[in-house]
């Protein structure tokens, strides 16, 4: 599996130094340890924030990243399974850019 985790935007009614972790283990995040969970041994992941310019790799197969916006940032991968832990349209619109990848958020739209 390759999986997207489209998580939300960088807060902007709080530091940002409050969602910024150098390790997973420090990650307090549940949506960020719940989609590394979801990983097999062979898969891989990234989880996005918009909003923002920043790269943490917490493992070989597991990155966070803060892009400036869904739908101008380009993949290393390509996702067979696309997570939106909401309905926001940013997130529907940036799901529909990969077809071929699970989105059950759309299957109800």
Do not use: C, H
């Not at 307090?28 to 790799?57: F, P």
């Not at 493992?59 to 101008?72: G, I, K, Q, S, T």
């Amino acid at each position: 599996m390759n999986l997207l985790f489209l998580r939300g935007e960088v807060p902007g009614d709080r530091p940002k130094e409050q969602i910024m972790f150098e390790s997973l283990a420090a990650n307090d995040d549940v949506w960020t340890q719940l989609a590394y969970s979801l990983l097999g041994e062979k898969d891989y992941g990234e989880i996005w924030y918009e909003g923002g310019n920043r790269v943490t790799r917490y493992a070989d197969r597991f990155v966070e990243r803060w892009v400036p916006r869904y739908r101008e940032t380009t993949l290393g991968f390509s996702p067979t399974v696309v997570f939106a832990r909401g309905g926001f349209p940013r997130q529907i619109e940036a799901a529909r850019r990969f077809p071929g990848a699970f989105r059950d958020l759309l299957r109800r739209r």
